[in-house]
């Protein structure tokens, strides 16, 4: 699938506010510093739609950005990142929460992981909520050019490992780096799908 026209629509804390939940919907959450943000501007192929920053916390609302006028992608705040004060992340993960167990026209929530980390509590724990709340989620992993492409290949197989041990599914995976444009296609072609659905649903 080709992305057209991506624009930015709208920034909330509250998900009642969030445009109308007519259109089929992807969110991208995961730690803080992730990538999330990066993504979706590697995805939309536009450098500077979603706004990143090398200091961890630089998204602190919902924010929506539409693409050529038939879905939504959603990047949302971090979670984990331990330099804002309990207060905030609280508020934070109230917001975060209250959107992706309400949100009813959120189709899929990829849930992002730094590739160069083994398997952290913070997501695993994260991943065994939507899990538990039937929330449908895939991974992807990002930051893939840290690495050699060996050494990718090898954290992706031990953090499936990881999760094999633990629920009976693993949830489709994919692996990306937004400096250097790759991993975009697999993940359109996803979404790509899921659009039919939501279509054939209506
Ligand atoms: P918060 O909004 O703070 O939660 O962070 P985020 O998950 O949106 O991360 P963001 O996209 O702002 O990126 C954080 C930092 O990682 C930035 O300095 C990015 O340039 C860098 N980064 C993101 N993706 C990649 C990648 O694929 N490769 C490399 N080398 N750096 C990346
Ligand atoms: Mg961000």
Same mark, same amino acid.
């Given at each position: &699938?080709? @992305?057209?026209? !991506?624009?930015? @629509? &709208?920034? $909330? ?6 445009? *109308? ?5 992807? !969110? ?12 979706? $501007? &590697? ?6 739609? =979603?706004?990143?920053?090398? *200091? ?6 919902? #924010? ?17 990142? =331990?330099?804002?004060?309990? @207060? ?8 975060? #929460?209250?959107?992706?167990? #309400?949100?009813? $026209? ?8 730094? /590739?160069?980390?083994?398997? &952290? =509590? /913070? ?20 930051? =893939? ?5 060996? *050494? /990718?290949? $090898?954290? /992706? ?17 994919? @692996?990306?780096?937004?400096?250097? #444009? ?21």
């Amino acid at each position: &699938m080709k @992305v057209q026209e !991506a624009r930015y @629509v &709208m920034s $909330n804390s509250d998900y009642l506010k969030c445009p *109308q939940p007519i259109l089929p919907e992807y !969110a991208f959450i995961g730690r803080s510093n992730v990538g999330k943000s990066s993504l979706i $501007n &590697m995805l939309t192929g536009k450098k500077a739609l =979603a706004k990143t920053s090398q *200091q961890p916390g630089k998204t602190q609302l919902i #924010n929506h950005f539409l693409i050529d006028d038939t879905w939504y992608l959603v990047d949302l705040p971090g979670y984990g990142y =331990a330099k804002v004060s309990k @207060v905030e992340r609280d508020k934070w993960e109230k917001m975060i #929460n209250d959107y992706l167990y #309400n949100r009813e $026209n959120l189709v899929c929530t990829f849930v992002l992981i730094d /590739v160069r980390h083994s398997a &952290m =509590a /913070v997501d695993l724990e994260f991943m065994s909520t939507l899990g538990e709340a039937g929330i449908p989620f895939h991974i992807i992993f990002t930051k =893939a050019d840290k690495l050699k492409p060996g *050494q /990718v290949a $090898n954290q /992706v197989e031990a953090y499936k490992k990881k999760l094999a041990e633990l629920w009976e599914e693993i949830p489709p995976v994919f @692996v990306t780096s937004a400096e250097k #444009n790759d991993g975009r296609e697999p993940i359109l072609q996803a979404i790509g799908t899921y659009n039919q659905t939501f279509e054939k649903a209506k």
